[in-house]
């Protein structure tokens, strides 16, 4: 890994969605320009809501015993870089990250916003040096529902592999396979750049 850049918990995402993004994004250095994209800002506002009405509200009923509100957490070790909208205390002084997601749930967990998760909990453990073993989400646009997420240790060695190619595509110009799924292009802001 090198000792100069960095990666963020979005870009974990990102190379989920298709690796792709990552050699255009961090390799040819060409900006996706998200921020012109409604549910990106719409999402934006509402985390900036929330930290605001929520700055002293503990969600007791998930064992949450404190919480520290917009936390920007650094790993020196995985070169990885994260904000969180939440870090909490649970009561067997575990730590757990809390996300707001401008989202509807679907009845399942995305991939993506597990392994964001757990990309968050490495931050957590490093930085605090404890466990975390769950991790929870709220879907504002289903009336603020809260899903936990169990995290184990496979799931966090996984999440290290994803970091390390994320690393491979951006140190040695990699260009990756894109992804599979050709229903992701159709919304992708590359799609007139790759040909895949």
Not at 43 to 63: A, F, P, Q, T, W
């Amino acid at each position: 890994m090198s000792n100069y850049i960095y990666i963020t918990a979005s870009d974990i995402i990102e190379y989920l969605y298709c690796p792709r993004f990552i050699y255009y994004q961090n390799v040819l250095d060409i900006e996706q320009h998200e921020h012109e994209r409604y549910l990106v800002n719409k999402g934006r506002d509402i985390h900036e809501l929330k930290m605001v009405r929520n700055k002293d509200y503990l969600r007791k009923s998930i064992g949450c015993i404190k919480k520290e509100i917009d936390v920007y957490l650094t790993s020196e070790k995985l070169h990885l870089v994260g904000r969180m909208d939440e870090v909490l205390t649970l009561n067997d002084n575990s730590k757990a990250p809390l996300d707001y997601k401008f989202a509807i749930y679907e009845n399942k967990l995305f991939k993506t916003l597990k392994t964001q998760q757990i990309a968050y909990s490495l931050l957590i453990e490093e930085n605090y040096d404890c466990k975390v073993n769950k991790a929870f989400i709220i879907y504002v646009r289903s009336k603020n529902l809260i899903k936990e997420i169990k995290i184990n240790k496979k799931d966090k060695e996984k999440t290290i592999l994803i970091i390390n190619d994320i690393f491979d595509i951006i140190n040695k110009c990699h260009f990756p396979q894109g992804t599979k799924n050709k229903l992701k292009c159709q919304d992708c802001t590359y799609k007139n750049l790759c040909f895949s």
